[in-house]
DNA sequence: CAAAAGATTTAGTCATACCTGAATTCTATT
DNA sequence: AATAGAATTCAGGTATGACTAAATCTTTTG
């Protein structure tokens, strides 16, 4: 068995979590993690002690101070980071499957991969550097792309953008988006600015588009490379 | 979810393997599933009263009499096995694996595609009815392809025979009838028989081969559709 | 700063899904 | 009818994790 199964997929998805909490700036808070993983905060503190105990350690844990990813963990999530990444990247490119739909389907497959099929898999894919929602897929070394992106929500008007990445897994968000022609490539320009509420105007950069508003909660999740 | 997951992978294991004694002509008894499951047959009683209690039941069990799938039963095997079957063909078809080296990744991943998946991965494989090994894959609604195969061992000098199946997970036995140039797809003409041991001498019908001797364990693990 | 609110942890349980050895019972063979 | 071998029952064990309720800690707020 190759090192990535050592752990069971609940392990890993706790890594998983405190990872992804991690890497998006957020709290990794007990109650954070039992919502992601919908379990009750009494479930999320034994799993904290577990993995804290565990040998190697996988996290840093002082309660009621919080979580820190050892070496080890961070190994442990990147890897399944990346093979879910990668599933989802084979979904749509291999299998037609539409940006919304890989998400359930990468979760349980994320657990079984054995390194040979991950290494087989990236080679067909082209090592891809990027997901279909832009997020970062941790090389075979599980070194990540620098991230030189700003969410949407900070531009202004007159500043142009091309959309990096879409950070979210809800399906409804990610087919709206994608029916507005919003996906990982296109460029826009933003148009206008409410200071009030936080909307923006914008256009994308496509022949058919027209002007639209976007809410500060979307445009928080959406993130730009900025263009001169 | 869909049906298919209802089962753990436990469940579908022993489902799976009891169908295979079946469709091998096999007893399906108690120590046969044991040491295909490697676990004790004290194991396998308990697991068999859990099958034929279940709801539905999927097998009908009379201690010390033996084991018969229910339609129930055999469906969710049938599933199992599809799913089995199309992950080895994707495997080599898609990525480059050889033959020998689909069997464990493929039982892995049986138990965690859907049926989107499955579907998918079928029509991306152009439906096959076969994987790389010859056994057959269910179709859609888990009808078998009909058999009209031999085992190498019944054939006698003078008789053709085209290759059609090899029956077996071995990597060793795999490997060396890769290497003999024996694969599914292959004719042969048999050259000569010994009653004695059952040595058949093979000669494939290919440029370059020349005859050689093969045993009966692995004649009857071949098998073969006779040729005019 | 004290009290309340909110978040977190502890303690004690429960549940699932198996597996096991040892003793017993059944079946088939001779 | 004795016996070998196969199968089953019994009582118990392990591994994962989840849960509630009560206690404790931290943060906020009046």
Not at 8 to 31: C, F, M, N, P
Not at 85 to 92: D, N
Not at 118 to 134: I, K
Request: charged share 20%; hydrophobic share 40%; net charge neutral.
């Amino acid at each position: 068995m190759t090192k990535s199964f050592v752990y069971t997929a609940s392990i890993q998805d706790y890594l998983k979590h405190i990872y992804l909490l991690l890497e998006r700036g957020e709290a990794v808070t007990t109650t954070a993690l039992a919502q992601r993983l919908k379990v009750r905060p009494a479930s999320v503190t034994g799993m904290l002690r577990r993995l804290a105990r565990s040998e190697p350690p996988l996290i840093v844990y002082q309660k009621h101070r919080g979580v820190m990813l050892t070496e080890a963990g961070k190994r442990a999530a990147l890897e399944v980071i990346r093979h879910h990444r990668l599933i989802e990247t084979w979904l749509v490119q291999s299998l037609g499957y539409s940006w919304d739909e890989v998400h359930e389907e990468a979760c349980r497959l994320e657990h079984v991969i054995s390194e040979q099929l991950e290494a087989r898999l990236a080679s067909l894919l082209g090592n891809p550097a990027y997901d279909p929602h832009g997020d970062p897929i941790p090389d075979q070394d599980l070194n990540l792309p620098p991230d030189t992106t700003l969410p949407l929500a900070s531009l202004r008007p007159g500043q142009q953008g091309r959309i990096c990445r879409v950070q979210s897994e809800q399906k409804e968000l990610l087919r709206y988006l994608e029916q507005k022609g919003l996906r990982p490539g296109v460029s826009l320009v933003v148009v206008d600015y409410s200071p009030f509420d936080g909307n923006l105007t914008i256009l994308p950069q496509s022949p058919d588009a027209s002007p639209f508003v976007i809410g500060l909660a979307v445009s928080l999740k959406v993130f730009v490379e900025v263009l001169p």
